[in-house]
């Protein structure tokens, strides 16, 4: 089975609420990572958090790690209909860095 | 700017026919992947490397093989292409421990 599972696997919001995306992974970590992909698209890298870090900030996204209970939250505050993709964690399941290994991802969608 | 490309956006070939995927990057990564994403499960990795001439298996490595001869470049090779080899083809690049930065993705159709 993946690593890392999203929860929810689709997400509906209105435009200025916030979205809460989950991610649980079943072994150590050195770090945990958060992308977005456009629809058809590749994907781009959002955020990256170390295992020894608990928060990380970039912009309007906040993305929780606790390794005791091996999960992460990505939040994105104050969505905007662009936002609309779908969102994937990703960890690096112990390999030293040479292998990512990504969940199923979470689809949000952000109505205008 | 960083940059991967991929050889094609889209790719229609035969049952039987071999297929080559290339990839570029342009930043001197060392780590280079193969992914393959299909609706519901995620990407899954089926080749990476981490130097020029190495190769590790992924998760899904059959029908499959990988060349990289130069460090910027890392191609994917379908032997004997299958209906069931249809899906959406990702590269990405790193240095080791760090984001993956991928190409525009290649959608193969076989048929």
């Known amino acids: 089975s993946q690593q890392g599972e999203e929860d929810p696997q689709a997400l509906s919001i209105q435009e200025g609420e916030n979205a809460t995306m989950n991610c649980s992974y079943k072994?150590?970590?050195?770090?945990l990572q958060w992308y977005r992909q456009n629809s058809g698209r590749g994907l781009v890298h959002l955020i990256l958090?170390?295992?020894?870090?608990r928060e990380k900030h970039s912009g309007r996204l906040r993305v929780t790690l606790d390794t005791s209970k091996k999960s992460s939250s990505l939040l994105i505050t104050a969505s905007r209909a662009a936002d609309t993709a779908s969102y994937f964690c990703?960890?690096?399941?112990?390999?030293?860095?040479?292998?990512?290994?990504f969940g199923a991802g979470t689809r949000l969608f952000v109505k205008a | 700017d960083v940059k991967v490309t991929q050889s094609s956006r889209y790719l229609v070939k035969r049952t039987g026919e071999k297929v080559f995927l290339e990839c570029v990057q342009d930043?001197?990564?060392?780590?280079m992947f193969w992914y393959r994403q299909d609706p519901g499960l995620g990407l899954r990795l089926i080749y990476f490397?981490?130097?020029?001439?190495?190769?590790e298996k992924g998760d899904i490595p059959e029908g499959y093989s990988v060349s990289r001869e130069k460090k910027e470049r890392f191609s994917l090779i379908l032997e004997s292409a299958s209906t069931n080899q249809t899906s959406m083809y990702l590269c990405?690049?790193?240095?080791?421990?760090?984001?993956?930065?991928f190409g525009p993705g290649t959608r193969l159709t076989v048929t």
């Open positions: 072994t150590s970590i050195n770090n």
């Open positions: 958090i170390r295992s020894n870090e």
């Open positions: 990405a690049s790193s240095h080791r421990g760090h984001e993956q930065y």
């Open positions: 990703a960890t690096d399941a112990g390999t030293g860095g040479f292998k990512t290994i």
């Open positions: 930043m001197d990564h060392e780590n």
């Open positions: 490397s981490y130097d020029v001439k190495m190769k």
